[in-house]
Nanobody
Framework: VQLQASGGGLVQPGGSLRLSCAVS????????MSWYRQAPGKEREWVAR???????DYAESVKVRFTISRDYAKSMLYLQMNSLKPEDAAVYYC?????????WGQGTQVTVSS
């Protein structure tokens, strides 16, 4: 499975962005898909997850503001980010898990600044 993240950019505080992650491979075989982020000087942290059955889970810091979703027909994973804060700025990565294997996308930069 190969992943390609996109959709990052510069946004003002309070603004919105939608990240996309294109998945090549057997999308329906994936047990869960996630978004992570890494800010400069910090460790990579988990942001959101969507399980095979559609259940979602979020880090406390993004609950209510972020929404993870997927489109089977397009083999796409999304992260809708609303009410963005400066502390949300980071490189965002998508991750897919299939059995004992996991794959990462290359990351997309999100900058939140006025």
């Amino acid at each position: 499975v190969q992943l390609q993240a996109s959709g990052g950019g510069l946004v003002q505080p309070g603004g919105s962005l939608r990240l996309s992650c294109a998945v090549s491979g057997r999308f329906r075989n994936l047990s869960d898909m996630s978004w992570y982020r890494q800010a400069p000087g910090k460790e990579r942290e988990w942001v959101a997850r969507i399980y095979g059955g559609g259940t979602t889970d979020y880090a406390e810091s993004v609950k209510v503001r972020f929404t993870i979703s997927r489109d089977y027909a397009k083999s796409m994973l999304y992260l809708q980010m609303n009410s963005l804060k400066p502390e949300d700025a980071a490189v965002y990565y998508c991750k897919a898990v299939s059995g004992s294997m996991s794959s990462w996308g290359q990351g997309t930069q999100v900058t939140v600044s006025s």
